[in-house]
């Protein structure tokens, strides 16, 4: 049984309500051109997603993004820094904190309407501050109409690749999308999953039957994966991506490219893992061609204190998945931009 509570506005209502002033469309069409410029090959930098595993709060998430912001012009002619503010979390058991989306505010129940302008205000409020626009997983596919003029990447979730509408509207989505690999680590199943994003698909979403020309930008992004026993499995490594990078040469994709997930299985959450990680990988795309050529770039969990916590208590401090702080992004960032 279902109850009816509240009428969700149609997303030109709620953009209306919650505009992109004209001056930001700017800064966010230059946005995405950078980022679709890496992905593309017509570009050498790197693509840095880095921020919160999820975003809960306005104020520290604003001060982040614009200490971003500053960074970013230390490192833009090596890196293209996306914000990573990612408005929704998956729930493995479907309980508990399940993102700005939803909840608003963290401490109070769901108002998923009061979400929707939140978090179109919140990305808004971030491009002004610092110049960047943002990244934010498509969790859920027939929500991303309300947000799909905010952000420059889009990632769909590990949980979320094998889906068959993930893939389907990700084939009409005009920037970047990252695939994650599924919690199994099948290459095959996320190849098919890029390549049902970049192909043109006719499918039913939110009332209409709609027609796509397919993402040529969608790829691959690896965050490790889990076995039967809960165990983790990197795929970090450079046989692992040379065997994906094989697995690209086969398939005839178009746009051949991969994102490291630093994070989550990759590291096994250990937060300060990231840095060694990235650092491995940072040596491959020097020792190999091909390796450099198809990583394109990294995802970070980072915010401005490090680890987590269970209650929003601690200013700048994940209430989900544990970050670097941002003394340690600072230093990563920097040091990807000298090895690039």
């Not at 109850?3 to 002033?21: G, M, R, S, Y």
């Not at 410029?37 to 840095?48: E, F, H, P, T």
């Not at 998430?61 to 293209?80: I, P, Q, W």
């Amino acid at each position: 049984m279902f109850e009816k509570q509240i009428k969700i506005p149609e997303p030109e209502e709620i953009k209306a309500d919650v505009p992109l002033p004209a001056e930001l469309k700017a800064v966010k069409a230059s946005r995405d051109k950078a980022v679709s410029d890496v992905i593309a090959g017509n570009s050498d930098k790197l693509i840095v997603i880095v921020g919160p595993c999820s975003a809960h709060a306005e104020k520290p998430v604003l001060d982040y993004v614009e200490r971003l912001g500053k960074l970013n012009e230390k490192v833009k002619d090596k890196l293209v820094i996306v914000p990573r503010i990612y408005t929704n979390k998956p729930r493995t058991k479907g309980v508990g904190y399940k993102g700005m989306f939803s909840q608003p505010d963290p401490a109070k129940s769901e108002d998923i309407l009061k979400g929707i302008k939140t978090i179109r205000d919140l990305n808004v409020k971030a491009i002004a501050a610092s110049g960047l626009a943002a990244a934010d997983e498509m969790l859920y596919p027939a929500n991303f109409a309300y947000v799909d003029d905010l952000l420059s990447y889009v990632a769909v979730g590990a949980r979320s690749s094998e889906n068959q509408l993930h893939r389907l509207v990700s084939s009409g989505i005009d920037v970047p999308v990252g695939i994650k690999n599924p919690m199994s680590g099948s290459v095959i199943v996320m190849l098919n999953s890029i390549y049902a994003a970049q192909s043109g698909q006719i499918f039913k979403l939110n009332g209409w039957q709609v027609k796509t020309d397919g993402n040529p930008l969608a790829h691959a992004i690896l965050r490790g994966a889990v076995d039967s026993y809960g165990n983790d499995i990197p795929n970090f490594h450079y046989e692992t991506v040379m065997q994906v990078i094989e697995g690209y040469a086969k398939s005839g994709l178009k746009n051949p490219a991969i994102i490291i997930d630093a994070n989550h299985s990759n590291s096994g959450k250990k937060f300060k893992q990231q840095i060694r990680i990235i650092e491995e990988v940072m040596n491959n795309r020097l020792y190999d061609g091909d390796f450099k050529r198809n990583v394109k770039g990294f995802m970070i969990e980072s915010f401005i204190e490090e680890g987590n916590q269970s209650e929003d208590k601690v200013y700048g401090k994940s209430i989900t998945d544990p970050c670097l702080g941002w003394c340690d992004t600072e230093r990563l960032l920097l040091d990807i931009a000298d090895k690039v």
